[in-house]
Structures are given as C-alpha cells and as structure tokens.
C-alpha cells in the first residue's frame, strides 16, 4: 500500500518561499510510469493543479504558477519537494501531493493534505 504525506510550515509570510515536502511509503518514486503531483484547495474554492515531477526526474508546472514553482526530488529518502516563491495571501490552501498513474491515467494515492496560511 502505497502512503503519501506532506510535512512543512503550517504559515508562510508573505513574499518568502513555502516548502513542502511528500514522503512516499510502500513504493520507490523512480518506479516507472508514475507522475508525483503536486495539488492545492484555496479556502472556498476548487482544486487547482501545481505540477509534477516525472519518475524520469523531468518537471512540469501549472503555467499561472510556472515563474514560481520548482518541484524537485530526494531518490534516497523516497520524497519530493514543492518550493512556492514570492508568495502572497492567494497562495493560502490546502496542499495536497498525489500519485498519477499513467498506466491507468489515474490518480490512486493521495496524501491528507496540509493546511498553508500565507500571513503577517
């Protein structure tokens, strides 16, 4: 069974950089086919998209959040980061990491997700 959790500061101030970091259990993110994302719920609103990174290593970002947004990986501890620069009061949400699976184009493993307040 395949666990995934988010772990970071639970507030931001604003225009410095927001880091999360997913660890993943009960499987490798080098395993093929599988794209590990990054999500979020702004309070009140739907989920919005951030961005992967592949299990070749290879990134790609939300392009309204592309500017700011870098995901990279820990292979040895089995765990991915998110970094959000310059950030604002609208970057306040739930952030949620996720496996995709291409093989059956679908999401099967989430993360509880991790409340982020961006605020002075």
């Known amino acids: 069974q395949v666990q995934l959790q988010e772990s970071g500061p639970g507030l931001v101030k604003p225009s410095q950089t927001l880091s999360l970091t997913c660890t993943v259990s009960g499987g490798s993110i080098t395993t093929n086919d599988n794209y590990w994302i990054w999500i979020r719920q702004p309070p009140g609103k739907g989920l919005e998209w951030i961005g992967f990174i592949h299990y070749s290593g290879s990134t790609y970002y939300s392009a309204p959040l592309e500017s700011r947004t870098s995901i990279s990986r820990d292979t040895s501890k089995n765990q991915f980061t998110l970094q959000l620069n310059s950030v604002t009061p609208g970057d306040t949400a739930v952030y949620y990491c996720?496996?995709?699976?291409?093989?059956?184009?679908?999401?099967?493993?989430w993360g509880q997700g991790t409340q982020v307040t961006v605020s002075s």
């Open positions: 996720a496996r995709y699976r291409g093989a059956i184009l679908e999401y099967d493993y």
